[in-house]
């Protein structure tokens, strides 16, 4: 799969892989629903950094959704894990708390 990545993926980033690979190592991999996508030619568009800690996490096995026949229009592609980063703040509302007291610079 890794092999059909198409031209112009970001650079891999070393250590989201080993944290990747050490979640699958554990048994902490959660499926959630993101998928790794292949385009009409089967070409690798999205999911290279979990397929790379898969590699690195050799004896392991995870469940992952794939989706073949995705467009290779490059506005397509474009789209593709486009969205706004979720920040820490984000993940503390979502989790119920309201406010996040801030140091004061006295």
């Known amino acids: 799969m890794l092999a059909t ?33 292949f385009d009409l030619k089967g070409r690798l568009i999205d999911g290279q950094h979990r397929l790379t800690g898969l590699v690195r996490a050799a004896s392991k096995s995870i469940r992952a959704y794939c989706v073949f026949g995705v467009s290779d229009e490059a506005e397509v592609f474009d789209s593709i894990d486009a969205g706004v980063g979720r920040q820490a703040a984000d993940t503390l509302a979502m989790n119920g708390t309201s406010a996040v007291m801030q140091a004061s610079a006295e």
Do not use: D, P, S, Y
């Not at 980033?13 to 996508?37: D, S, Y």
């Open 5 to 37: 990545n198409v031209e112009h993926q970001r650079n891999v980033t070393n250590t989201h892989v080993v944290h990747l690979a050490q979640q699958m190592e554990k048994g902490q991999w959660q499926l959630n629903g993101e998928g790794i996508i």
